[in-house]
T-cell receptor, first 116, second 111 residues
Framework: DAGVIQSPRHEVTEMGQEVTLRCKLISGHNSLFWYRQTMMRGLELLIYFNNNVPIDDSGMPEDRFSAKMPNASFSTLKIQPSEPRDSAVYFC??????????????FGPGTRLTVL | DAKTTQPPSMDCAEGRAANLPCNHSTISGNEYVYWYRQIHSQGPQYIIHGLKNNETNEMASLIITEDRKSSTLILPHATLRDTAVYYCIVIGNTGFQKLVFGTGTRLLVSP
């Protein structure tokens, strides 16, 4: 089975441009997580969806960031406008989301974003 | 969630056992100990988890002390491919639980 799929794997853009990162969940999973990793702040949870509904977006840095799940197997994370401080590796993870607590998360390979 | 403390780095010779410690002295009764690792340029990968009994799977063993205030992840025969950052995470078992990654232990396995 394919794991979590992220695209693009690398993105280089200029400040002010819109950036869209994409994630395809593992088939059968219903929970989706977006993380950001930088040297300074480590791995941080940005937002969590369960059954296509955003449950916790307290980690989203500011209004420039938005995330959607247009269907049960796909999600996008958009940054508009992008800034150099958004440069990071963005990971998507999915899980079964079974009721009653934590479930193992499966991470994608990440998208390395560089904003010049 | 309880805070965890791990050494920043450890070395291990290839073929030897790697024992990675984690302190979680404020763990509560319904919190599990989870271990993930992150190999360079990859996403984190689940290894193992436990509540109070020792656990073993194909990747590793997890030893949790009787008072549950600390645990040790054991890679019985470390290989070069086990070089990674290892994260010990304590997390509850009800409701939505965030994975909070600390700084972890950077394990270097050498020939």
């Amino acid at each position: 089975d394919a794991g979590v799929i992220q695209s693009p794997r690398h993105e280089v853009t200029e400040m002010g441009q819109e950036v869209t990162l994409r994630c395809k969940l593992i088939s059968g999973h219903n929970s989706l997580f977006w993380y950001r990793q930088t040297m300074m702040r480590g791995l941080e949870l940005l937002i969590y969806f369960n059954n296509n509904v955003p449950i916790d977006d307290s980690g989203m840095p500011e209004d420039r960031f938005s995330a959607k799940m247009p269907n049960a197997s796909f999600s996008t994370l958009k940054i508009q406008p992008s800034e150099p401080r958004d440069s990071a590796v963005y990971f998507c993870a999915s899980s079964l989301g079974l009721a009653g607590g934590y479930n193992e998360q499966f991470f994608g390979p990440g998208t390395r974003l560089t904003v010049l | 969630d309880a805070k965890t403390t791990q050494p920043p780095s450890m070395d291990c010779a290839e073929g030897r056992a790697a024992n990675l410690p984690c302190n979680h002295s404020t763990i509560s009764g319904n919190e599990y100990v989870y271990w993930y690792r992150q190999i360079h340029s990859q996403g984190p990968q689940y290894i193992i988890h436990g509540l109070k009994n020792n656990e073993t799977n194909e990747m590793a063993s997890l030893i949790i002390t009787e008072d549950r205030k600390s645990s040790t992840l054991i890679l019985p025969h470390a290989t070069l491919r086990d070089t990674a950052v290892y994260y010990c995470i304590v997390i509850g078992n009800t409701g939505f639980q965030k994975l909070v990654f600390g700084t972890g232990t950077r394990l270097l396995v050498s020939p």
